[in-house]
């Protein structure tokens, strides 16, 4: 099955605790990127990766960082977590023609920064 | 840099009955996609519908269908025969064609309850 997975699901933390959201796709796609997804902001691209070790920033990606040693994997690392990113994230994945820019999402990690 | 703009925080319609979402958007690009995004309380994101601006005719999935106005740069989403299962937030979304990563750009959201 054609599928984006992240984890965990779900993480509390606390303030300057580093941490690693996992994201994996299964079907060989180029592009991947973090959303995070706020009240009343919708979704925020965080950083992008065009391929392996092509990375690039998003629209809010202070406080981040990622990496793509993989083709499968693009994890996201928040180095010193604060109570500011305490929030929804997306994992996303498409290819990069074709296919109509459908984009594939993960199931969603939800962090907690106290 | 693109906006998406959903005016209508949260909507409410009765079983059965049609509902419009509305959404505009601000861009200089020339060719482009535009969807519309499902969240269920399962924070899922789904895929109900998308258009290719270069496209005239108004996409259409079953129920689902869009009234793309490019010169108005308006995208909005028409429900019909409503069902209890789309309560949901729906979100609009802008990607550019070709470059950008496949970026999209996010609307704030609309907020769509279906009752009995």
Known sequence: ?????????????????????????????EYMSWYRQDPGLGLRQIYYSMNVEVTDKG????????????K??????????????????????????GALGEQYFGPGTRLTVT | AQTVTQSQPEMSVQEAET?????????????YYLFWYKQPPSRQMILVIRQEAYKQQNATENRFSVNFQKAAKSFSLKISDS??????????????HTGGGNKLTFGTGTQLKVEL
Request: net charge neutral; glycine share 4%.
């Open chain 1, 1 to 29: 099955e054609a599928q984006v997975t992240q984890n965990p699901r779900y993480l509390i933390t606390v303030t300057g605790k580093k941490l690693t959201v996992t994201c994996s796709q299964n079907m060989n796609h």
């Open chain 1, 59 to 70: 629209d809010v990606p202070e406080g981040y960082k990622v990496s793509r040693k993989e």
């Open chain 1, 72 to 97: 499968r994997n693009f994890p996201l690392i928040l180095e010193s977590p604060s109570p500011n990113q305490t929030s929804l994230y997306f994992c996303a994945s498409s290819l990069s023609t």
């Open chain 2, 19 to 31: 509902v419009t979402l509305s959404c505009t958007y601000d861009t200089s690009e020339s060719n």
């Open chain 2, 83 to 96: 069902q209890l299962g789309d309560t949901a937030m729906y979100f609009c979304a802008f990607m550019k």
